[in-house]
């Protein structure tokens, strides 16, 4: 039986502005080697509005007072703010012995099985990445591979202000409406939104005990 590498460390960030993580993930990942042992980032942005590699400007249809950020992650764009929980996934891939597309299928099914614990029915579809509950996306995805190394990655809308999706084509698709947690379950907090789902993360990753993870930890 194959031993599993050291569980990635998780770090709880708070409330953080999204380009001084966006530039923390490239210099962890620019610096890692192959001892570096992984990590997952759990953060909440302010109001910004990001355009993946492939996005395009038209799908900004009123930004308005909201900041956008050209992003170096795949997908198009999309909208993070506070009442949104963000992950992001710094893995070697190789270390995992995981593609590209099992990753996506690993982080869209840990989502599944996270709002399957407060009663919420969704799915991932083939056509589009992400997940999504009776046609509404609830969960984004968007990533970048360096080096057989993964960083950038979901974000989850929890209890949010939902307004400025309507000022996007949400992921590039005109007309594609969204929806949160707070809408289809009750009692709901961020940390233990968090917390569970790097709970299904670390048990897809094949750890059947994930560790506790620590408060907070600075970038």
């Known amino acids: 039986m194959a031993t599993l ?5 998780i770090k709880k960030l708070g409330l953080q502005e999204y380009e001084a ?11 890692r080697d192959q001892a570096t042992r992984d990590e997952i980032w759990l953060v909440e942005h302010p109001p910004v509005f990001t355009l993946g590699q492939a996005g395009k400007p038209e799908h900004l249809l009123n930004p308005g007072e909201i900041a956008v950020v050209q992003t170096d992650r795949g997908g198009q764009v999309t909208y993070h703010g506070p009442g949104q929980l963000v992950a992001y996934l710094m893995l070697n891939l190789r270390r995992h012995k995981l593609g590209v597309r099992q990753l996506v299928t690993l982080i869209e099914q840990s989502l599944v099985d996270l709002l399957s614990d407060y009663g919420i029915e969704a799915a991932a579809r083939p056509d589009a990445p992400g997940v999504y509950v009776s046609e509404k996306k609830i969960a984004a995805l968007g990533l970048r591979v360096r080096h057989g190394c993964s960083f950038h990655g979901l974000s989850l809308n929890v209890a949010m202000d939902m ?12 007309d594609l409406e969204v929806t949160q947690m707070s809408l289809l379950a009750e009692n709901l907090s961020i940390t233990s939104v968090a917390d569970n789902l790097v709970s299904h993360l670390l048990l897809r990753l094949g750890y059947p005990h994930p560790e506790a993870a620590p408060n907070r930890e600075a970038l």
């Open 21 to 31: 993580v966006w530039r923390a993930m490239q210099d962890f990942t620019n610096d």
């Open 163 to 174: 307004e400025p999706f309507s000022r996007i084509n949400p992921c590039g698709y005109a």
């Open 5 to 9: 590498p050291e569980p990635p460390l």
